[in-house]
């Protein structure tokens, strides 16, 4: 098609857009081209909506591209776009799903004079790359000389929208200087040697299907203006366009790309139609129109979920740096999908949906998106037959969820993998790790009671609930002992296998079983009709529900009352006590250290165990309980997980044991921002970032949840002057700032609501806001 000659707007206009952003608490800066880094920035300043996700790759000048699924070389860089759901099974060993990578649409060739510019040839001048977290931009600026003796300055911006999901953006100004030279810019689209096979193309859409039978759609346009006006296409062929023009050294290029994508599910009709209407929309608005809108988006997710520390510029940049990737993983459009362990920013873990959703992300967006936390909760409740499969088939009832999980539930989890030696070794998590089914449930619960969602409840979570604690009730077996015991388990601690009576799978397991015990009690009396339905649906008898009473009375906890401690598993404490200390400095895991036979054998921990049991449970221990479990198991962690250091500064900062707090909350900050362990290439760990927010919101904040509305315990840091955020609460929305001696909370929407500060009961009410002293925790 022609370009649109109405949609190009004064070259003012660009470059305000195209400055890099000087805002330090909102950006962060990559002022080098590093190829032995290139990996880890890519995923670090990703962008993404929920729907498509994209890795900071370079657009121009990559250089000769050898591509596999799952495996890119590509001189360090490893370009994807990811679509939410997109799952097929690639030819790798073992067989499981994995996201499909889409075509690169970011992809452009300059040639000047006929020489294609590479990076790899002539001489960078500068090359400096910027993640605007506060628009949700990723913007480039950088110069070269090539070898040619031509001076190429390039200024980019890339966005997915914030504001219509299916679409992507792409800006860039061109200028040549030295001399006059002849020019020519190439755009294309380009597969990506996936199992995507090719249904249809056109010249600006296209249409493919997976080997599974889901389909993937792609509109395009693009266009180049050359000193503002428009310049018609020279090539012009199924997802590729050129334009070429005699460049004078004062002439300013600008080109853009606007993307849209549609997934459809096996059995669907085709999706072009919806990437065709959205691309006409698209058109018709012009890509700076489109721009707007999805800074207007972002600006009112950051309303919502900001949170303001003063006093200590390095964690307000890592909590902005959290809650950017937080937002930018969620879609509450689409219940069908939920967030992988990476989410749409690398290749690691396949996409595949962990545990971490529901215990370390669920509380983020349930208290600042409670949309997005109901779609990730149907997720689970779409993949319940899933559930239910792989409870039937280990000889149990109910649903005990997968592990891993794609799209359809079932258990993606490979049996075994090979080592660098290329030895098997066997994959337990997969049959062992039963805790999930308990964490989904946690999540449901926990939504519900902060939302007051109810017809979530009805539509779907009070099912999860009954269908998880029935699995518990039959997986419990009644001993000679009189009690009940749930053996060969894995805990959160993956260095243990095969163990019996996991402190954190059985609590949280009789937890479960009494939620459901409440939920049949609740259905009865305020919804009788649902409560039948739901009763008939699941064949749940009263003899059933006895047994899972006696079930949560004489499950075996572990617990030594004349030490307050748990024992994380039946024999742990009889373990090889080994003192960590020994090891500071270590660069590697304590299990790669050890071996894995010497640490099965040890006390030493992987990641928060008991610990994450305090966080979750705050009410349901002592005071001595809480500081007896978290003194005794802090030590013998080895954090061999991304997971651990944050739930452990949440129970350091409630417990006042600030010192530990900040540190475990710095070096989890830190994990993907510097990315010591250069574990970044496969994507971001996007559970570290909402255990980020829960350390700061749940641990230093002190905010736990009541029947009857919040309760803040205050522990800040000496170094932090303030600290500020706004919380949902059953349709109601609320600022808290606190400081060292008060919390000022202000009812910003909705009905009175009482507040706790420590055991008082505060009622706000009004748009004014209400300050409260607590008396201050400023040291350990």
Known sequence: MMENETAVKPLSWLEGRLDLPTTPAWTFHE???????????????????????????????????????????????????????????????????ALVPAPDWLR?????????????????????????????????????????????????????????????????????????????????????????????????????????????????????AINGKAMEAETVEPLKRSWSWRNDPSDHAMFWRTVAFARGDEGAREPAVHVQVAMERARTRGWQALLDDHEAAWAARWADADIELDGDEEAQKALRFAVYHLVSAANPEDERVSIGARALTGDSYLGHVFWDTEIYLLPFYTLTWPEAARALLMYRYHTLAGARAKAERMGYRGALYAWESADTGEETTPEAVLDLNGNPIQVL????????????????????????????????????????????????ALEDDGKYHIRGVIGPDEYHEHIDDNAYTNILARWNIERGLEVVAMLAQRWPQVGDRLTNKLDLREAELETWRDVAGGLVTGFRPDKHLFEQFEGFFGLEQIDLDAFKGRTVPM???????????????????????????????????????????????????????????????????????????????????????????????????????????????GLTLRDDGLEFDPHIPGEWKALSFRLHWRGRRLHVRLDANAVQATLEAGEPMDLYVGADRHTLSGSKPQTIPFGGYSVS
Not at 172 to 200: F, M, N, S, Y
Not at 449 to 472: K, N, P, S, V, Y
Not at 632 to 655: F, I, K
Not at 665 to 687: C, M, N, P, R, V
């Open 429 to 476: 998590c997969g049959t062992q790790e039963q805790h999930i089914s308990a964490d989904v449930a946690y999540a449901v619960w926990q939504y519900w009671r902060a939302t007051g969602d109810d017809q979530f409840l009805l539509d779907g979570g009070a099912e999860i609930i009954l269908d998880t604690a029935r699995f518990w009730a039959s997986r419990a």
């Open 31 to 97: 002022p080098t081209y590093n190829p032995s880094r290139e990996s880890g920035v890519e995923s670090r300043f990703a962008i993404g909506n929920g729907f498509l996700g994209v890795r900071a790759s370079r657009a121009i000048s990559r250089g000769p591209m050898w591509v596999s699924w799952l495996h890119t070389l590509n001189w360090a860089s490893s370009p994807r776009t990811y679509i939410a759901g997109l799952f097929d099974i690639p030819n790798t060993e073992p067989p499981v799903p």
């Open 591 to 701: 299990d790669v250290i050890l071996g894995r036979e010497r640490t099965q054998g040890s006390q030493v921990v992987k990641q928060a165990d008991v610990v994450a049991l305090l966080a979750l449970l705050p009410h349901a221990f002592s005071p001595e309980t809480h500081i007896a479990n978290f003194e005794y198991y802090e030590p013998r962690c080895g954090h061999g997980s991304s997971l651990s250091r944050g739930m452990h500064a949440l129970v350091a900062a409630r417990l006042g044991r600030l010192d530990r707090a900040m540190r475990h909350f710095k070096e989890t900050a830190a994990t993907d921002i510097t990315d010591q362990a250069l574990g970044s290439a496969g994507g971001i760990h996007i559970a570290s970032m909402g255990a980020l927010w829960q350390a700061a919101v749940f641990g230093f904040a």
């Open 108 to 224: 452009l060739r300059v040639i000047l004079d006929g020489e294609p510019m590479f990076i790899r040839s002539g001489k960078l001048l500068t090359h400096h790359r910027v993640l605007d977290v506060r628009r949700g931009l990723m913007l480039t600026e950088w110069q070269q000389e090539t070898e040619g003796g031509h001076l190429v300055q390039v200024r980019s911006l890339r966005m997915v929208s914030q504001a219509e999901r299916s679409l992507g953006v792409q800006v860039l100004e061109l200028k040549i200087g030295q001399r006059p030279v002849d020019a020519t810019l190439e755009a294309t689209i380009e597969g990506t040697g996936t199992a995507l096979e090719i249904e249809r193309l056109d010249d600006d859409l296209a249409l493919w299907r997976t080997t599974s039978g889901k389909w993937l759609s792609l509109a395009n346009d693009a266009g180049v």
